[in-house]
Structures are given as C-alpha cells and as structure tokens.
C-alpha cells in the first residue's frame, strides 16, 4: 500500500524557516517524480515545486522561487522542502505527492504550515 | 501558465440526481504523445485529494462508474450520474500537460 506522511509542520514566525517532510512507503520511491502542492485555508491546490528522480531536475511556483529548496533522500525514501523567509501568504497545508506521469496518483495527509507573529 | 477554469464553482444537488462540472483550459492539452492529461479530483470534507479520474476519462481503481469524465482539446466534464451522500465536497480538475501543473478553483458539491 502506497502511504505518504508529512510531518513538521507548525507555526513560525514571518521572515523564519521549517523544513517539512514526507515518509514515502509502498512503491519504488527512487524511481518516482515527486510534488509539493500547497492548499491556503478555504482555498484551493496550488502546485509548489517538483524533484525528478536522483534529484537531477528541480522547478518551483514563482511565488517560492529563491525561498524555499526541494530535495529527496532516496536512501531514506523521504521528501523535503526547505522553506526559508516565509511570509503570511505561505500559510497553508502542504501536501506531498506522488507523480504519475501527467497526474498526482498518490496524495499524502498534509501538514499545516501557519506563519503568523 | 495554463490557466483551468471551472464551472459553476457551487453546485446544489438532489440525492439521486446527474451533477455535472465543467472544466476549460487556456491553452490545448494534447501532448506531443497523443495524450490528453486531464485530471479531476475529488476532495471530501477534512480530507486530502484523491484522484478519480485521469487522462480525461480513465476512472481511477475504487471509484464507482458513476463517475465519468469526457472531453478534449480545451474543454472536459466530469459528470456524476446520480449523486450519493458521500461525494460530498469539492472537485478539482488539473491539467498535467504543460509546466507548471495547475488546478481549476474548484467546485463545491452539496446536497
């Protein structure tokens, strides 16, 4: 059974950092494109950024660019994105993704990333 | 960026009765393999998203053939043939054609 779980998530203040995680499980993670894909509250899916496999390709939303840094550890089956000089706009649950070759097949649980003084 | 737009954005339903969602893109979404990479997604209240529908009609494992999805080109539908209790909530469509992906705003169905 694919599963992926998000974590560290919580709430930080503008101009911060956190870094976020997702746990992959149930597939070959290595060889799988992988997503971030944010939802502000009450709003609606803004895709965030994207890894290829071996972390050979990364691209991000221009509202992220230069702020936050997509990475993976295979060895570990795990997903980060590194979020630096957040601002209110940030705040939202971030979702990890499994690419599907055009589409999301697999979506984790989400963690909630509040910025707020 | 390829900009998705739905239609209508609320939907009231009676138990039992069709439903129907309207998704238009900005730009075609036929890759250069042919495909059409159309997806709706379906997220219930409290819940994460979960895909129903990819390529423009193939039903996900699990979800019931009561849903449908159709098009091409610019325009697709998803269609619901009589609505139940639990699809409840909001539906997505996104296209996966073109960089970056991008999502429609969404339409929220009640009963």
């Known amino acids: 059974e694919v599963q992926l779980v998000e974590s560290g998530g919580g709430l930080v203040q503008p101009g911060g950092s956190l870094r976020i995680s997702c746990a992959a499980s149930g597939f070959a993670f290595r060889s799988h494109m992988m997503h971030w894909v944010r939802q502000a509250p009450g709003k609606g899916l803004v895709w965030v950024s994207h890894i290829t496999t071996y972390g050979s390709e990364t691209a991000y939303a221009d509202s992220v660019k230069g702020r936050f840094t997509i990475s993976r550890d295979d060895a570990r089956n795990t997903l980060y994105l590194q979020m630096n000089s957040l601002r209110a706009e940030d705040s939202a649950v971030y979702f990890c993704?499994?690419?599907?070759?055009?589409?999301?097949?697999?979506w984790g649980q989400g963690t909630l990333v509040t910025v707020s003084s | 960026d390829v900009v998705m737009t739905q239609s209508p954005l609320s939907l009231p339903v009676t138990l039992g009765q069709p439903a129907s969602i309207s998704c238009r893109s900005s730009?075609?979404?036929?890759?250069?393999?042919?495909?059409?990479?159309l997806n709706w997604f379906q997220q219930r209240p409290g819940q994460s998203p979960g895909r129903l529908i990819y390529k423009v009609s193939n039903r996900d494992s699990g979800v019931p053939d009561r849903f449908s999805g159709s098009g091409s080109g610019t325009d697709f539908t998803l269609k619901i043939s009589r609505v139940e209790a639990e699809d409840v909530g909001v539906y997505y469509c996104m296209q996966g054609t073109h960089w970056p992906r991008t999502f429609g705003q969404g339409t929220k169905l009640e009963i």
């Open positions: 730009q075609s979404l036929v890759y250069s393999d042919g495909n059409t990479y």
């Open positions: 993704t499994k690419d599907d070759y055009g589409s999301f097949d697999y």
